[in-house]
C-alpha cells in the first residue's frame, strides 16, 4: 500500500507507475497535485494506493508527527526505514485503520444518498470489476483480521481437540486388530490405533489463513496476536503457495463443511483471486475517490449534528437561490432558552491547517443566515410558524439574534475517540447599525475545530447513543459559547412600566430604542421588555439615556443563561 497526500505538490516523477490514470493538476515549480481522497487499484499497479485527505498536512506541511508525504512513498517496502520506524510507532496500524475507514466512509456516503445529486457533486468515482457486491482488497483483508479476531477461540478449540484425538487410543480396534506382546505377564501393544488417522484437512486451511494473515501484517503493518498453536509456512513454502494460491484452494474446497471453515476458505480465494488478476495485468481496476471531498465532510458533520427525527422545510437546506446550508437545527434561542428556540446555522469548511475563512466564506454564510431569516419572516406574516420558533417580536419590532458558527477538521494526534471540538475564534459580527443587537441585520459568527478522525469513526461506526451524546453537547457549547460572547460585549436589562402600559412606553421611547429592545416569549416579559446595550456605548447609557427612562421604567439586571 502506497500513502499519498490530497493536494500535495509532488514531483511527476513521484506518482508514475501509481496514479497513471487519474487527472494531475499543475503546480508551482513543475510540481503536480492530486485533487482526490480515497482508494485506487488497478492493473499494471504492483500496489494499492491510498490518498489521505490533506486535513492530515499541517502547517509545517509534514504528517503523522513529522514525515513528509515523499517519505510515505516507500511504505510498500518493508525494508524502508520509514517503514520500521512508522512500526514500532504504532503508526502502520494507524494507516491502515484509518484506510479502511476512509473507504467505508466515501462507501457510506454513496448509499446514505441514492437517488440525490451529492455524488454527483462531489465527482464521488467509484468503480469496480466484478459488480457492486465485490469487495476490495481493503475490505478482504479487514474481512480476514475480523475473522481472526472474532473466532480465535474456535481456532483453539480446533486445533486442542485434534490434537487430543491424534493422541487419543481406540483400545476396541486395537485389540480387534493386534496381537500384543507379553511383557512380565502384561499384554503391550506396539502400534496402538489412535481415533483419528485421517489428515487433519481443516488444520491445512487454517495454516494457510495464518500464513497469510502474517503476510499481510508486513504488508499493511496493523497489529494482531495471531494465534500460537499453528506453524506458518516458512517463507519459501509460502511463496510457493502464492503462485498457484487459487488453484490449491480450488483442490481442498470439498472438504470442508462447517460454516466457519467455508468462511475462511472463501476470503483466502477472494482475496488470491484479486492478486493473480492484478498479476496477470488482466483488465482490472478497484476504485473509489472523491475529488471534491468537502461535500462528503459535510455530510460526516451533518450526520453527527442533525437529528433523524427533525424534519426540515425544504427551503432552508437547499434554499431558492441556489445555496445549499450545511447545517442547519431548531435549537434553543440564545435569550430565552427555556421557552423559545431559533434556528442555528453551521457551515462545515474543510482546508488545510495554515488556512483561514476567507471573507467569501463569512460573507457567504450570513446569507444563509439572511435567507433563513426571510423564510421564516414569510411564514410569519401568513400566520404559519409555530411555537416555540420565535424569529421577531411585534411590539418591539426586535429580531431574536440567529446564531453562526463554522465547523473545521483537524488532525492533531492519532485518536478516533476523543472529539477534540474546540472554540477557535469569533468573528466581528454583521451589523447595520452600531448598538443594535436585536436588529435584522445583526448575525452572530464563531468558529470551531473538531478532530477529523472521530468525525469520520462516527460516521462509519454508526454508534447512535455516541452521536447523540456528541450532538447534546456539541449544540449545547456551540450556544454556551454564543452566550458568553454576547454577555461579554453587551449589557443587559429588564424594563418594567411604572405607571403607562408596556405597549404605550415602547411607542413613545421607539425611535430611540429600536432595535435594543426585544421581548421574549413567556409570562415573565407580559409586562416587561428586554434591552441590551452595547459596553462601548455604557458611558452614554448610565450617564444619558438610564436616569431619562428611570422616570418610567424600573430597570433591573439581566444576565443571559
Known sequence: MTILVEAYAYQP????????????????????????VGYLAEAGQKKSVIILPKVFLNASRTLLGGYSPEQLLTLHEPESAVYKTLKTEGKLDFLFRFSVWLYRAIRQFRQRHPESDLPERAALLDVSDAGDTALSELELVMALVRFHRDNNSLLTYIKRFNTAQRHTVSWSRTVSRQQPILQNGRPVYTEPVVKQKHVQYDEELLVLYLSTLDHLQQQYGFRLELNPLYERLSARAFAQFQKRATRRLKEIRSRYFSDKLVRVWTLLYQYYDRQERLRSGKPFRELLLVRDFNIVFEDMI?????????????KLKDQPDGKRVDHIYAYRDLIRPDVDQIYHIGDSKYYKAENEVGDASVFKQFTYARNVIQHNIDLLNRGLVLDPLRYRDDLTEGYNPTPNFFISALVEDLDFSRDGLVFRKDYDHNRHFENRLFDRDTLLLQAYNINFLYVLNAYVAGNKAGREGFRKTARSQFRERMVGYLNEHYDFFTLTPKSSTLEAFVSRHFRQLIGRLYRPSGEAFQHTVLLAVS???????????????????????????
Do not use: C, M
Not at 494531475?24 to 485533487?35: C, E, Y
Open 13 to 36: 516523477t513521484d506518482l508514475d507507475g501509481l496514479i497513471d490514470s487519474l487527472d494531475r493538476t499543475p503546480a508551482p515549480g513543475g510540481r503536480v497535485k492530486l485533487n482526490y
Open 535 to 561: 459596553k462601548k456605548a455604557s458611558l452614554h447609557w448610565n450617564t444619558q439615556e438610564r436616569p431619562a427612562l428611570e422616570q418610567d421604567v424600573r430597570i433591573e439586571d439581566w444576565f443571559l443563561q
Open 302 to 314: 451533518d450526520y453527527l449534528l442533525s437529528d433523524p427525527k427533525e424534519k426540515l422545510p425544504t
